[in-house]
């Protein structure tokens, strides 16, 4: 019965790995580097901190850039990025105090807050899904997969969820279509299974997609990002205890990291080089799709933990755990730390609005 929320739990969607590295400058010149929010400066150091994360993904790459940056200093929190090979070991890592902040997918913060676990939801860097579906050139749409096959990764984890929400938002059935499971060498090895076994469709996630256009020729069906498909696929999760008994660090570290994606999205070539390392991945197609992708689509200016997001998530979890059904997504999350920086005008000092 609980398959689902361990797959579910090796979801993390995302985070982004290595040890803290020495900042990386931003450029004096740069007026929109969140290091001129002197205002927010903290007057003491706060900490030391760890923070746990569970892969290394694109869709985290502010975590590590806050590190790089300096930001973490900067705004007075001493912080070490750790990384923590899979959600479920993540979250023990959390609960056990071995790291103070756990960056994971909501699914896994979730799963082991049914479980008793004394844990909570403070900020947001991936809302939605983060994916699109490729098909062959003859096809046009969802609907002329039906009865076709697609490949994806095993049953459970992100890429099957999105399937299963984009179906059913137009108006389809997960049975539909048929699916070639794939384990193991996530993208790459769902693009050579695809042409294995001569398959219709496949889901990717950001970079990808020029491999499967250029070198497939398959074609753009959806993506699934733009669809707006409520879903919180990267999250900051704190144990409730710390949060009360810490707040300013916890406060602290979700300016820093709000800082981070505006930090991020304003200076491209760093946030390259911090993501070509953490990933070590050096293919410059790769980086910069990723970037683009989630620079340009997916990181939000502030970090709100969105219920509807939360709810997308147990409404998937009752379909194995019924007790599911008699929690809502306020039983999960804390956005009082995000609407203290909204109150006090942080996120408009950043932008300029």
């Not at 844990?119 to 809302?127: D, F, G, I, R």
């Not at 999105?162 to 996530?186: C, F, P, R, S």
């Not at 709000?258 to 946030?271: E, G, I, P």
Request: proline share 5%; charged share 20%; glycine share 6%.
């Amino acid at each position: 019965m609980k398959l689902l929320w361990l797959a579910l739990s090796a979801l993390v969607l995302a985070a982004c790995g290595g040890p803290a590295a020495a900042p990386v400058s931003s450029g004096a010149d740069s007026a929109s580097a969140p290091a001129k929010a002197s205002a927010s400066t903290a007057a003491k150091t706060l900490g030391p901190v760890k923070i746990g994360y569970a892969a290394q993904s694109g869709n985290l790459l502010p975590v590590i850039a806050a590190s790089d940056a300096g930001l973490y200093s900067k705004y007075g929190l001493q912080a070490e990025p750790i990384l923590i090979s899979g959600s479920p070991n993540t979250i023990k890592a959390l609960v056990a105090n071995e790291v103070q902040f756990a960056i994971v997918g909501a699914a896994a913060s979730v799963q082991s807050a049914l479980g008793g676990a004394e844990v909570e939801l403070v900020s947001t860097l991936a809302p939605g899904l983060a994916y699109r579906v490729y098909s062959l050139p003859q096809f046009n749409s969802l609907q002329d997969l039906k009865g076709k096959r697609m490949v994806q990764s095993i049953k459970g984890t992100d890429p099957d969820f999105a399937i299963q929400l984009l179906l059913k938002k137009n108006g389809m059935q997960y049975a539909d279509l048929q699916y070639v499971n794939v384990q193991e060498g996530g993208d790459p090895g769902r693009l050579q299974a695809m042409q294995a076994s001569k398959a219709e469709s496949v889901i990717l996630a950001p970079g990808s997609f020029n491999v499967a256009e250029q070198q497939f020729k398959l074609k753009l069906l959806v993506d699934v990002i733009k669809e707006r498909i409520p879903y919180e696929a990267a999250t900051v999760a704190v144990s409730r205890s710390y949060a009360r008994s810490h707040p300013d660090e916890v406060l602290t570290f979700v300016r820093a990291l709000t800082a981070s994606v505006k930090y991020t999205k304003d200076n491209r070539q760093q946030a390259l080089t911090t993501y070509k390392r953490y990933t070590k991945n050096d293919d410059d197609t790769v980086a910069n799709e990723t970037y683009d992708y989630y620079a340009g689509s997916v990181y939000p200016k502030e970090l709100t933990v969105n219920e509807d997001g939360v709810q997308t998530l147990l409404d998937l979890a009752a379909q194995s755990i019924p007790a599911a059904k008699d929690h809502k997504p306020a039983d999960f999350i804390d956005n009082s730390f995000v609407k203290k920086l909204s109150d006090e005008g942080f996120v408009k000092q950043l932008y300029g609005a």
